[in-house]
């Protein structure tokens, strides 16, 4: 890496007012609360700005989680960012002249119920951002989506998984490398199927995230045969979760679906401590998989769950760790990584850096072309007048005109005795 490059991977890594709600408890997620509209309908649709002009800049800033309940989410996502921009800042400096320059600018999300993200999206339009990547909530999405869009800036969610964003009037500005729960879901309903389980009780988060998992992990595992004996909400100020297991467990259940955050870890000891139910038979998805370590006192051995993107293994994840020597966990970094590099090779294609350019080249530079898996070799065949299809580190992407992805990989995960995930299998899935 030239000195040059090293100088400009210094990133500032800002919490806004952070400061404010560092002690609040309050929970976000994937896809989390918020007050977001459910009915298109009823939405009146902002007007896109112009967005930002091409000056040989394109300056990417990130509104991911630094504090809150999804902050284990952030230090993969933050690194997977910076090594993007590393490595195309390396890549830039082999040829005689770069197209630009790319540069990064962290802010903080935190959770849903502060305004911390909607103040980080005021501060990187008044920096003339170009892309935004982020949020990890779609609940946090949905509180500053809107500004970005009136100003005309790109926004890309490695994380957002609700089907809301689908059809949501955003004028061609929001994108997402993660995919929409409609394909988690099925994915999780043929694990429970597959692992033997016939009749299945739901805990889930009362939020979009919540209900839009519950439905599509319902609808298909119904379809293939089984039975949702009991699907039970709870809110996110709730602290104890009795009554909501008790009722599952009546239904005489044989398999029981945690959808929610970190308030899982207070229900997973009463399940994991009940004796005629076995770990096997709890299943956990993105938004409460993680690695638990010493947090919980008793053993998740067993438990399994679900987790959309490529694993980060190998390669990739050894250049991660070049980047954050302490990650543990890797959950969206692909996804993360993939966001940025898809909107440099956009902006590279379309010959600037403005943030009109990367949302008009964002999808073509996804499908369609010749097949590239790194952004040198992608930047390489945009150069010699080649129409590309990148292929990320999380998966094939293949853009669709909502912004959605057509294609991923879904991680099937299982814990062993020290309450830490790893990969048994991956599944493909498709909208």
Not at 158 to 171: E, V
Not at 225 to 250: C, M, R
Not at 287 to 295: E, K, Q, T, V
Not at 335 to 350: K, N, P, R, T
Request: aromatic share 8%; charged share 20%; net charge negative.
């Amino acid at each position: 890496m030239s000195t040059s490059t090293k100088a400009r991977s210094r990133k500032a890594i800002v919490t806004g007012a952070a400061f404010l709600a560092a002690g609040a408890l309050v929970l976000s997620g994937c896809a989390s609360s918020g007050e977001e509209p459910t009915d298109e309908e009823t939405k009146e649709a902002v007007v896109p700005g112009d967005g930002t002009t091409a000056d040989g800049v394109l300056r990417v800033g990130t509104i991911l989680p630094i504090t809150g309940s999804l902050a284990f989410l952030g230090p993969p996502e933050f690194a997977g960012v910076d090594l993007a921009e590393q490595e195309i800042n390396d890549y830039f400096a082999t040829l005689a002249e770069a197209p630009f320059e790319i540069t990064v600018e962290h802010r903080d999300s935190s959770d849903g119920e502060t305004d911390i993200a909607s103040q980080s999206a005021s501060e990187l339009v008044d920096l003339d951002t170009d892309v935004v990547i982020g949020a990890a909530s779609s609940g946090v999405s949905f509180s500053f989506v809107d500004q970005l869009i009136a100003a005309g800036v790109v926004q890309i969610s490695p994380a957002n998984t609700s089907p809301d964003f689908t059809t949501y009037a955003d004028g061609g500005f929001y994108w997402r490398t993660a995919p929409s729960d409609v394909i988690q879901g099925d994915a999780l309903a043929n694990h429970i199927l597959a692992s033997g389980g016939t009749s299945l009780g739901i805990i889930y988060v009362n939020d979009a995230y919540g209900e839009g998992l519950a439905k599509y992990t319902s609808e298909p595992f119904e379809a293939a045969g089984g039975t949702v004996a009991e699907s039970v909400a709870y809110n996110l100020n709730e602290t104890s979760f009795q009554s909501q297991i008790d009722t599952v467990l009546a239904a005489g259940v044989d398999s029981i679906a945690l959808i929610g955050f970190q308030e899982s870890l207070t229900m997973l000891p009463i399940l994991l401590n009940n004796e005629s139910f076995p770990a096997e038979s709890v299943y956990l998805v993105d938004g409460n998989l993680s690695n638990f370590g010493d947090d919980i006192d008793v053993s998740a051995e067993g438990l399994s769950g679900t987790l959309p993107g490529n694993p980060a293994a190998g390669d990739f994840r050894d250049r991660l760790l070049a980047i954050d020597p302490s990650l543990q966990d890797f959950s969206y970094a692909a996804e993360s990584y993939d966001a940025v590099i898809l909107s440099a090779l956009a902006a590279l294609q379309g010959g600037d850096d403005a943030s009109a350019t990367v949302k008009d080249n964002l999808q073509s530079v996804s499908e369609g072309g010749t097949k590239c898996t790194t952004f040198a070799e992608c930047a390489a065949l945009i150069e010699a007048g080649e129409d590309i299809d990148y292929d990320g580190a999380s998966g094939p992407i293949e853009f669709d005109e909502n912004g959605d992805p057509t294609q991923a990989m879904i991680g099937i995960y299982r814990y062993g005795a020290d309450n830490m995930y790893t990969l048994e299998t991956t599944v493909e899935g498709s909208l």
